[in-house]
């Protein structure tokens, strides 16, 4: 599996961003992928991940400000990030994993073997 984030940079409090991760290796079939993020200090937390079954799970402190989507034909992930807060400040991360058929867990508590080199989003105030 390789994972490939790129579109980080700074911005503006209220600002705006949009992530993306090249992905492949990955089951087209049976995966998890995932946005991860991990500020200075504090250890790496999930924020958004999306599922082969379409499932889509978000941390509270990003619901309704960020979105993450999958192009399935280009092999993208994507987060939009909206209303961007000092907050948010930290290196961003893709990570994917491939799930067995049947799978009934949740990408949001699945343990990621396979991670990007990250990208670094910063908002000033």
């Known amino acids: 599996v390789r994972l490939a984030e790129s579109g980080g940079g700074s911005v503006q409090d209220g600002g705006s961003l949009r992530l993306s991760c090249a992905a492949s290796g990955y089951s087209r079939r049976n995966y998890c992928l995932g946005w991860f993020r991990q500020a200075p200090g504090k250890d790496r937390g999930g924020i958004a991940t999306?599922?082969?079954?379409?499932?889509?799970r978000y941390a509270d402190s990003v619901k309704g400000r960020f979105n993450i989507s999958l192009d399935a034909t280009k092999n993208i992930l994507y987060l939009q990030m909206n209303s961007l807060k000092p907050d948010d400040t930290a290196m961003y991360y893709c990570?994917?994993?491939?799930?067995?058929?049947?799978?009934?867990?949740?990408?949001?508590?699945?343990?990621?073997?396979?991670w990007g080199q990250g990208t670094q989003v910063t908002v000033s105030s």
């Open positions: 990570a994917a994993e491939n799930t067995r058929p049947g799978w009934a867990g949740s990408c949001a508590r699945l343990s990621y073997n396979n």
């Open positions: 999306i599922g082969s079954d379409g499932d889509i």
